[in-house]
């Protein structure tokens, strides 16, 4: 039988005393957790370890003792073996070390039914003869690393609490990250027990990170209470009405609002973050909002410095107006034999006068708003505080508002394409004696008279006829909806980028690497004639692809509605296409 026992490094040159533990439950393994100092009185190490088992619920227990001679102490082994009878194991373990060795020495006492003792040396001598010897293997651990970091599972993934135990690797992590209250002793402490853990010179605190728990309950006091005010007001009657109801909805800048009032309200909660995946959360959403309204004040500055809003006020019409004489140049070319194309002349000219007038209405709407850019652009800049994401989704509101001719006439062409697509599609099944029933979802056969297949043939040929004109309307404005889609695809992926990228994870996994565990590695650090074997147990992180799958934050994301496949059929029969979308998640 092999006995495993996880040895903290931070306690090999400790002095004599108790070794304070757990024991795996369905393995043979133990975690040594402190060493209690000689002298002690038996009573109150029984009363602090009991104390200590109902502040971490882990089921702490006197392993054995530990030995480190030193001058005037040659008679303290024997005294740490009789204290066996006063901490009753079925196991008891005597650990020793001798100065100038690397390596321990265990010997492993066990108890019978009747109360007697077997010794048996487990020493690493390879000895086959003694088939009963018990073999010690020492796997030294940093204790600090293993109680903060968090232990994922594998690619082949955890087993099944409610079926199987947890894994003897996940039981260590989590005996001694539930272990803290025991890490409070400390050798300044004043007390009847001295030991010796990983916080034994002096628990590490940071009187920054007091003051700022300290600080943050009048703040998250502050932030509840502007978050209830905020509810109160967007709870009015006056913005539950449809029109205004149908545009926040639509308006990538109340979709963002809303976010990161949810955001706040995560982060003003009074209940703590207990659990890992919580105040990762937590964590994640802090450190992405600080970053936000970083970058938000720095595009501030820059758009408040050297008058650059002023620049981009008196650009903007010059550019309407370039873009407004361009689409004027591209409609005067479909009008007449595009690409020596021959159109039909009277659909072409309808169309094309069409247009034209909706490009004037839209330059007239252009210089009528031209006096108050400014003042727009002025007022809009100051939402960049708020965040760089306010900015992105304000300037894709602005874009959508700037470009809504362009979605006009992609929208009529895309209708009467469409319409024509399905005319067609629909006369030709007349041809082949089919009809589509409605009822039943499908295409039954059916019997035309000849007068319907006459009128049949009649709007066939005229839809065809007529096809390639529309075509040529509706695959120019398709092109140009697409290029607006695009650029606003960017301004929404990048917003989400910034509210989703896990931050705060990266940063652990890139400057506390341990912190987040996907397993462990072993290497050989002792193996001396007459010691046991000793192994060094390291922390194997996350890869950085898992982090951000793993802790990535759920948001509104932009993605397609459909696949690429059914896109380009989309476009093809004429059926409008939104490719970025707004998707609730819904996050507990």
């Known amino acids: 039988m092999v006995l495993k026992i996880f040895f903290?490094?931070?306690?090999n040159r400790a002095e004599s005393g108790l070794l304070v533990g757990r024991w795996i439950s369905g393995h043979d393994s133990a975690v040594v957790l402190a060493v209690i100092h000689y002298p002690f009185i038996p009573g109150q190490v029984k009363q602090y370890i009991q104390q200590m088992q109902a502040q971490s619920g882990v089921e702490l227990t006197v392993l054995g003792s530990w030995s480190?001679?030193?001058e005037g102490q040659e008679s303290m082994e024997s005294f740490l073996r009789d204290l066996s009878t006063i901490f009753p194991q079925q196991c008891w373990l005597q650990v020793s070390r001798q100065m100038g060795k690397m390596g321990f020495i265990c010997e492993v006492v066990n108890r019978n039914q009747n109360g007697q003792e077997t010794q048996q040396e487990a020493k690493k001598q390879n000895d086959e003869e003694e088939e009963e010897e018990e073999k010690v293997i020492f796997v030294h651990y940093e204790q600090r690393k293993v109680m903060l970091s968090q232990l994922?599972?594998?690619?082949?993934?955890?087993?099944?609490?409610d079926t199987e135990p947890p894994s003897e690797l996940k039981q260590v992590f989590q005996t001694v990250a539930r272990s803290q209250p025991l890490f409070f002793l400390d050798c300044y402490d004043d007390g009847p027990l001295k030991s010796t853990?990983?916080?034994?010179?002096?628990r590490e605190a940071s009187i920054i990170v007091e003051l700022l728990k300290q600080a943050s309950v009048p703040l998250c006091v502050l932030i509840s209470w502007l978050l209830a005010l905020w509810t109160w007001l967007c709870s009015i009657r006056i913005f539950s009405l449809y029109p205004l109801r149908f545009l926040s909805s639509k308006l990538s800048t109340c979709v963002q609002i809303s976010y990161r009032t949810e955001h706040m309200r995560t982060l003003s909660s009074p209940k703590p973050a207990i659990e890992h995946k919580q105040f990762m959360r937590k964590g994640n959403i802090l450190v992405s909002f600080?970053?936000?309204?970083?970058?938000?004040?720095?595009?501030m500055s820059w758009l408040y410095r050297d008058d650059h809003i002023a620049t981009l006020a008196n650009m903007l019409m010059p550019a309407a107006d370039h873009v407004a004489k361009e689409l004027e140049e591209l409609l005067q070319w479909l009008m007449g034999a595009p690409a020596g194309l021959k159109m039909n002349r009277a659909l072409d000219q309808v169309l094309g006068r069409f247009f034209l007038y909706h490009i004037h209405l839209?330059?007239?709407?252009?210089?009528?708003?031209s006096p108050f850019i400014e003042g727009i652009l002025w007022y809009g800049g100051l939402s960049a505080c708020l965040g760089l994401t306010f900015a992105l989704s304000l300037l894709s509101d602005m874009v959508a508002l700037l470009t809504f001719h362009i979605y006009c006439f992609y929208v009529y062409g895309a209708r009467l394409y469409c319409l024509k697509i399905y005319g067609l599609s629909s006369l030709w099944r007349l041809f082949r004696g089919k009809k589509w029933n409605v009822l039943r979802q499908r295409v039954d056969s059916c019997s035309y008279d000849v007068d319907q297949l006459f009128i049949g043939t009649l709007l066939f040929t005229i839809l065809l006829f007529l096809l390639p004109t529309t075509a040529l309307y509706y695959l120019v404005f398709t092109l140009l909806r697409l290029v607006v889609v695009l650029f606003q695809g960017v301004l929404h992926?990048?917003?989400?980028?910034?509210?989703?990228?896990?931050?705060?994870?990266?940063?652990?996994?890139?400057?506390?690497?341990?912190?987040?565990a996907e397993g462990v590695k072993f290497q050989v650090l002792c193996e001396e004639p007459g010691t046991a074997l000793h192994l060094l147990m390291e922390i194997n992180p996350l890869k950085c692809s898992t982090v951000v799958q793993l802790y990535r934050t759920p948001t509104y994301s932009c993605y397609p509605r459909d696949s690429w496949a059914a896109l380009v059929k989309k476009l093809?029969?004429?059926?409008?296409?939104?490719p970025w979308r707004h998707k609730s998640t819904k996050v507990d």
């Open 197 to 202: 853990h990983w916080q034994s010179e002096g």
């Open 290 to 299: 600080l970053v936000d309204v970083g970058l938000g004040v720095l595009l």
């Open 493 to 516: 992926l990048s917003v989400d980028f910034i509210n989703s990228f896990p931050l705060f994870a990266m940063g652990l996994r890139l400057f506390r690497p341990y912190r987040l």
């Open 68 to 70: 480190l001679p030193k």
């Open 572 to 578: 093809f029969v004429g059926e409008l296409i939104y």
């Open 152 to 161: 994922h599972p594998t690619e082949s993934g955890d087993p099944d609490l």
């Open 362 to 369: 839209w330059i007239s709407y252009i210089h009528l708003m």
């Open 8 to 11: 903290p490094q931070c306690c």
